[in-house]
């Protein structure tokens, strides 16, 4: 199988938090894991890639300063949203891929996701 | 850059046959893939296409032409639990599994 565990499922908190999002692949190893957002009424779009043991690689537009990602080891990232904001507010998926390994045929495995809400 | 581009939203019928669009434009190719997701809830994986053709499985398939960069899925016997956003999304050689997600089509079942 290859099962991902996002952690928390929801969180609410006061404007200038930070947050910081856990994503666990439970039994694999996730050499890759992506970190997505989706505001309602709209599709998955990526934010960063993390590669175990090196820097993510953000897309066009999002802060690396704001989004922090680690992925420190093979079963585990990190994605921390420093001082959360309203506009934060949002859903926020990681997945967990190995290339080169599909496990039926899927080449990302989700997390839950995690909706954030900033007050 | 890439293009996916699906309809925003479409209505069907219980019981009816819906099929769902995407084209995209994109280099290196290397597969394409459909999700369906209920709001507040990660994607599921529907339906892979890597080759030209027909793919079925139970009351949805999936079909490929490389050549135009077209893509649909077929939902048959429409119940009401279909009703959700189904996302294509197509993946590229190079990589290292990294997808870029369509526009998404929101189905509404209806009785």
């Known amino acids: 199988g290859a099962v991902v565990s996002q952690h928390p499922s929801r969180v609410i908190c006061k404007s200038g938090t930070s947050v910081k999002i856990e994503c666990r692949s439970l039994?694999?190893?996730?050499?890759?894991m992506f970190w997505y957002r989706q505001f309602p009424k709209q599709s998955l779009m990526l934010m960063a890639t993390?590669?175990?043991?090196?820097?993510?690689?953000?897309e066009q537009g999002v802060e690396k300063d704001k989004f922090l990602i680690n992925h420190a080891s093979l079963t585990l990232s990190t994605l921390t949203v420093t001082s959360a904001h309203p506009e934060d507010s949002s859903f926020y998926i990681c997945?967990?891929?190995?290339?080169?390994?599909?496990?039926?045929?899927?080449?990302?495995?989700f997390g839950d996701g995690t909706r954030l809400s900033i007050l | 850059g890439q293009n996916i581009d699906q309809p925003t939203e479409m209505t069907a019928t219980e019981g009816a046959i819906v099929q769902i669009n995407c084209t995209y434009q994109?280099?290196?190719?290397?597969?394409l893939f459909w999700y369906q997701q209920h709001a507040g809830e990660a994607p599921t994986f529907l339906s892979y296409n890597v080759l030209d053709g027909l793919e079925e499985k139970g009351r949805f398939s999936s079909f490929l032409s490389r050549s135009k960069g077209y893509s649909y899925l077929l939902l048959k016997e429409l119940q009401m639990k279909d009703s959700a956003s189904y996302l294509c999304a197509v993946l590229n050689t190079g990589t290292a599994s990294k997808l870029t997600f369509g526009t998404g089509t929101r189905l509404q079942v209806t009785l």
């Open positions: 039994d694999f190893q996730a050499t890759t």
């Open positions: 994109t280099s290196g190719f290397n597969g």
């Open positions: 997945s967990a891929a190995t290339p080169g390994r599909r496990v039926g045929n899927q080449p990302q495995h």
């Open positions: 993390s590669n175990e043991g090196s820097k993510a690689t953000y």
